[in-house]
C-alpha cells in the first residue's frame, strides 16, 4: 500500500502528538493556579487540536469525498497559529505584568495586542464558515488575509515587547529573563508558520481558495511540514519547557539587580 505525502505528514504528526497531548495537559492543570493562564492551557488545546487534526486528515485522505470531513480537517489544520500566539502573549503578560505591573502603557499595550489577536481569531473563525461555499470563496480570501494582517501586527508588537525587555534586563527578575530569552527563540519558528499562512492566503483567491499550491490539504505536504508542523512543534516546545521552568521555580526567591525579593505569583 503505497502512503501518499500528505498521509505521511498526518501520521508523523500523530506520532509527534500522542505523547505531547499528556505532558501539556500535565503542565496546564500543575500551574493553573497561577497567572496568567494564557500562558498554560493553549499549549495543551494547540496539542490536542494537533492530534484530532493529524488523525481527520489519515482519515479524509481515504475518504476525500466528504465535503464536511475535508472541511473540518481544513479548519483544524489552519487554526494552529491562534493557541500559539495566545500563549505567546501570555508569557510577555507574565513578565510585563510582574516587573512593569505600575506602568499604565504596559496595561494598554496588552489589552490592545489581546483584542488584535482575538479579532483576527474571529475572523479567521468567519473565514472558515464559508468553507465549502464556493460562491463566497472571495468574501473568505478577504477575511483571511485581514485576520493573518491582525496577527502579523500581534506578533511584531510582542517580538518589539520582548527585544525592549531583553535591551532592559535590569528591570527583569533574573528568574523572567529566562522567559524572555526563550520567547524570542520561538519567535523565529512562529514567524515561519506566520510567513506560510500569509503566503496562503495571499495566492488563493475565488474558486481556488482550497487548491492553492499553499494549502494545508491540498498544496505542498512538503511545504506545510517544513514550515508549519515543524516550525509549530519547536514552539510548543519550547513553551512546554518554559511551563516546567515555571514549576520547578515557583516559590523560590526572585533575584533582581541590587537585591533579592520574594516570588509573590498571583494566585487566580
Not at 155 to 171: E, Q, V, W
Not at 209 to 236: D, H, I, K, Q, R
Request: a positive charge; charged letters at 15%.
Amino acid at each position: 500500500m503505497t502512503v501518499n505525502p500528505y498521509t505521511a505528514a498526518a501520521i508523523a504528526e500523530v506520532v509527534l502528538y500522542v505523547p505531547a497531548v499528556p505532558v501539556a495537559l500535565y503542565l496546564m492543570i500543575r500551574n493553573w493556579k497561577y497567572r496568567p493562564r494564557t500562558a498554560w492551557y493553549p499549549p495543551a488545546a494547540f496539542s490536542t487540536i494537533r492530534l484530532v487534526g493529524g488523525i481527520m486528515t489519515i482519515i479524509e485522505q481515504q475518504n476525500q469525498s466528504n465535503r464536511g470531513l475535508v472541511v473540518a480537517t481544513i479548519v483544524l489544520l489552519n487554526v494552529g497559529l491562534i493557541p500559539l500566539l495566545m500563549a505567546f502573549l501570555g508569557y510577555a503578560r507574565l513578565v510585563l505584568e510582574h516587573d512593569f505591573r505600575d506602568s499604565w502603557r504596559v496595561r494598554m499595550f496588552l489589552r490592545l495586542v489581546k483584542i488584535c489577536v482575538l479579532v483576527a481569531a474571529g475572523l479567521l473563525g468567519a473565514a472558515g464558515g464559508y468553507a465549502g461555499n464556493p460562491e463566497f470563496a472571495n468574501s473568505q480570501s478577504t477575511l483571511s488575509k485581514a485576520a493573518y494582517g491582525l496577527f502579523s501586527a500581534a506578533i511584531l508588537a510582542l517580538i518589539a515587547s520582548f527585544i525592549g525587555m531583553a535591551l532592559n534586563p535590569r528591570r527583569i527578575t533574573m528568574a523572567h529573563r529566562l522567559y524572555v530569552k526563550w520567547a524570542l527563540f520561538a519567535a523565529i519558528p512562529l514567524c515561519v508558520r506566520a510567513v506560510y499562512g500569509i503566503i496562503g492566503v495571499a495566492v488563493a483567491s475565488g474558486n481556488n481558495f482550497f487548491a492553492s499550491a499553499w494549502s494545508s490539504l491540498f498544496g505542498s505536504a512538503t511545504a506545510f511540514g517544513l514550515m508549519a508542523l515543524l516550525p509549530e512543534y519547536v514552539v510548543l516546545g519550547i513553551y512546554l519547557y518554559l511551563s516546567a521552568y515555571h514549576l520547578r521555580s515557583k516559590g523560590k526567591p526572585e533575584v533582581v539587580e541590587g537585591g533579592t525579593k520574594h516570588r509573590s505569583d498571583d494566585m487566580s
